[in-house]
């Protein structure tokens, strides 16, 4: 079945600085790729989708890089702040259809 | 984006009672509305999926007699967590996926404490 690992359990970053979180998987590559935010005691809200003919997403201060290859993924924050403090899920779908599969998450900290 | 409401956001009930938790997708369709349980520092973990109009279908492992879901229209789903025991205290959590692309909204959950 497939596997899903995010690079840590925890990330911890100074404020401004670059943060990036690492998904890889096992098996056959999705035809999506999501990340999601989660704050804690909250439903995760949906922040970036990637399919599986991109290489690269951008949206603000975030980026997604696709990589089928090496069957990984990278979140990075630009510029960090405090309130970019959350946990981070990898989600991966393999059709418009199917149900989707998360990661444990990354809860990252970002320190004044 | 896509607005998911979920009732209620907390619950606190006595063993052996029923629990009804409601999930409404406010501003778009929701052919598929899908609900899972999260464990404090784990992640989502899916029970069931949930489509209008047709029965459940329940991951491995979820009973679907304790777990009634029910999707009645394209914005309504209700997951019934029925003679609850301690054991089943947890967050629940509702998502609805917008047509065409594979991409949830999430409502903000409802933490069930069972005495």
């Known amino acids: 079945s497939q596997k899903i690992e995010q690079n840590s359990e925890a990330l911890n970053i100074q404020e401004g600085k670059t943060a990036t979180l690492t998904c890889n998987y096992t098996n056959y590559s999705p035809a999506y790729l999501q990340w999601y935010r989660q704050d804690p005691g909250r439903g995760p809200v949906f922040l970036l989708l990637?399919?599986?003919?991109?290489k690269e997403k951008r949206k603000e201060r975030l980026k997604v890089t696709f990589d089928t290859t090496l069957k990984q993924s990278l979140f990075h924050i630009t510029a960090s702040q405090p309130a970019d403090s959350a946990t981070y899920l990898c989600?991966?779908?393999?059709?418009?259809?199917?149900?989707?599969?998360f990661g444990s998450g990354t809860r990252l900290s970002i320190r004044p | 984006g896509a607005v998911v409401s979920q009732h209620p956001s907390r619950v606190i009930c006595k063993s052996g009672t029923s629990v009804k938790i409601e999930c409404r997708s406010l501003d778009f369709q929701a052919t598929t509305m899908f609900w899972y349980r999260q464990f404090p520092k784990q992640s989502l973990m899916l029970m069931a999926t949930?489509?209008?109009?047709?029965?459940?279908?329940?991951e491995q492992g979820v009973e679907k007699d304790k777990f009634l879901i029910n999707h009645a229209s394209l914005t309504l789903s209700t997951l019934t967590v029925t003679s609850a025991h301690p054991e089943d205290s947890s967050f629940y959590i509702c998502s609805a996926r917008s047509v065409g692309v594979n991409i949830h909204y999430f409502g903000a959950g409802t933490r069930l404490s069972v005495l």
């Open positions: 949930s489509n209008e109009g047709s029965k459940a279908t329940y």
């Open positions: 990637i399919r599986e003919n991109e």
């Open positions: 989600a991966l779908a393999y059709s418009s259809a199917s149900k989707i599969i």
